[in-house]
């Protein structure tokens, strides 16, 4: 299992490209599904999560291939096979999202249930509710959803859908599998977060029929056929929001190629009011950050709120931070596990339910950590940034998962960090 070692104290400065976001390429790569004609994805970023998804769909049948520029082609004309077996499901939650597409497309879909997660039980009731709303027959057995359509039927029809609790995945399943349906979906609740907006610009240059994405209604009027298109994956604002974190914690200046600043809203006001200077335009965010920040307290919310995802990462920059902070974790029942792993580098903090207290110290001291999930992995290098000595971030396939060369990035920045091969 390879390792990160970093040792800390080094100021960034430089730039940083900031990579396709993965939380788009995932879904858009499921889109894919929806046509026979060939698709091409731009800004494809190299993930373990991206590479896990594209032996998902090779294994149904799906022609694709991730070239050196960053570009998927797939085609997905000679798809026979529409199932996602638990062996390549149970690493990525993801894969929930063939569900709707296959469906749509073909009438029938065998997808594996989702594995547990670190971060919480993370359930998918919402997404077979929404479907069994279209019209689907939904079972669940040995593992498996088991969804078809009614005998007689060919399509999915339209429905008005309205969860229990706002879902990106779920919409994201609702949406593709509307495209395809008959008739009108309306689906109320839904998330706004960028990388349902970027979807449906997807899903819109294939010919699909929607209206209100990025707020919380959404209107699909179902076509009977897709075609194919050219898309370029939004950039990522978790791994542009992860850098500013770094860079506010460290110290220094760093501007990141491509960032979508109009993406960070909540996270960028916490930092300058921590203290940091940030200035965004076109295609760039830039941070600055001198000496030692004010620690500040969020609770976690759907977008536009502050995002789970990046929860861990500003908990990091708060642990060295001055004075007392409170994050809320209001997303997933169990998005605390880095701060066990925190306390071990001295920080000082304490979990109350929902709650993490955490009191800023001076300094943090390097030691041996283990990464217990994607985000919770960022905070830990950000933290071994800033400490003291040397810190091993150990278990860093968590890492891989989300985030692309990010050692290599940090590393071109003035950051003393290197991957140790196991
Ligand atoms: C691939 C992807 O885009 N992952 C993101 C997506 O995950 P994901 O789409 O899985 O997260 P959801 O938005 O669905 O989850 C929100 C909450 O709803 C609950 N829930 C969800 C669906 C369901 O059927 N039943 C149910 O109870 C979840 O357990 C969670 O407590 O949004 C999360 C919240 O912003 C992010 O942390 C993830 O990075
Ligand atoms: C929780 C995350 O991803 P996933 O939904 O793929 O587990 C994340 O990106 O932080």
Same mark, same amino acid.
């Given at each position: 299992m390879d390792k990160l070692k970093i040792r800390g104290g080094h100021r960034l400065n430089g730039t940083i490209d900031v990579a396709g976001a993965k939380n788009a390429a995932l879904p858009e790569l499921c889109a894919a599904?929806?046509?026979a004609e060939p698709v091409t994805l731009a800004?494809?970023?190299?993930l373990q999560d991206v590479a896990t998804m594209l032996k998902l769909i090779r294994n149904m049948g799906v022609v694709c291939e991730h070239h050196d520029d960053g570009r998927v082609t797939l085609d =997905?004309?000679? !798809?026979?096979n529409p199932e996602a077996p638990y062996e390549l499901v149970k690493t990525m939650? =993801?894969?929930? !999202?063939?569900l709707g597409p296959l469906l749509a497309r073909f009438g029938h879909a065998k997808v594996s249930l989702p594995g547990g997660c670190a971060i919480g039980s993370r359930p998918v009731d919402q997404h077979i509710k929404g479907l069994q709303a279209m019209g689907a027959e939904i079972t669940v057995e040995h593992g498996y959803m088991l969804a078809s359509l009614p005998a007689g039927r060919t399509r999915l029809k339209g429905a008005r859908i309205t969860t229990d609790m706002v879902t990106v995945t779920g919409t994201e399943n609702f949406m593709m599998a509307a495209a395809l349906a008959e008739g009108e979906t309306v689906l109320e609740n839904a998330a706004q977060e960028p990388e349902i907006t970027d979807l449906a610009e997807m899903l819109i240059k294939m010919g699909a029929k929607i209206e209100g994405?990025?707020?919380?209604k959404i209107r699909i009027q179902g076509v009977d056929r897709l075609q194919g298109c050219v898309h370029q994956v939004v950039a990522d604002r978790i791994e542009a929001g992860t850098f500013l974190c770094a860079v506010a914690a460290t110290g220094g200046d760093v501007v990141l190629r491509h960032g979508r600043g109009d993406h960070l809203d909540a996270v960028i006001d916490k930092l300058r009011d921590a203290g940091a200077t940030i200035e965004s335009g076109e295609g760039f965010i830039r941070v600055k950050s001198e000496g030692r920040l004010k620690a500040q307290s969020f609770r976690t919310t759907e977008y536009?709120?502050?995002?789970t995802d990046m929860q861990a990462q500003f908990m990091a920059l708060n642990c060295i931070a001055k004075g007392a902070s409170k994050v809320t974790e209001?997303?997933?029942?169990?998005?605390?596990?880095?701060v066990n792993e925190l306390v071990r580098l001295g920080a000082h903090i304490q979990i109350d339910g929902k709650v993490s207290v955490i009191e800023g110290v001076d300094k943090l001291s390097g030691a041996t950590v283990m990464a217990t999930d994607l985000r919770a992995s960022a905070s830990l290098v950000i933290a071994g940034l800033v400490a003291e000595g040397e810190t091993i971030v150990d278990r860093i396939y968590h890492l891989d998962r989300g985030y692309d060369r990010m050692e290599a990035k940090l590393r071109a920045v003035g950051a003393d960090i290197e991957r140790v091969k196991a």
């Open positions: 599904l929806l046509s800004n494809v970023p190299r =997905a004309g000679g !798809l026979n939650r =993801a894969s929930v !999202l063939a994405h990025g707020t919380s536009p709120g502050f995002p209001t997303i997933f029942e169990n998005r605390f596990m880095h």
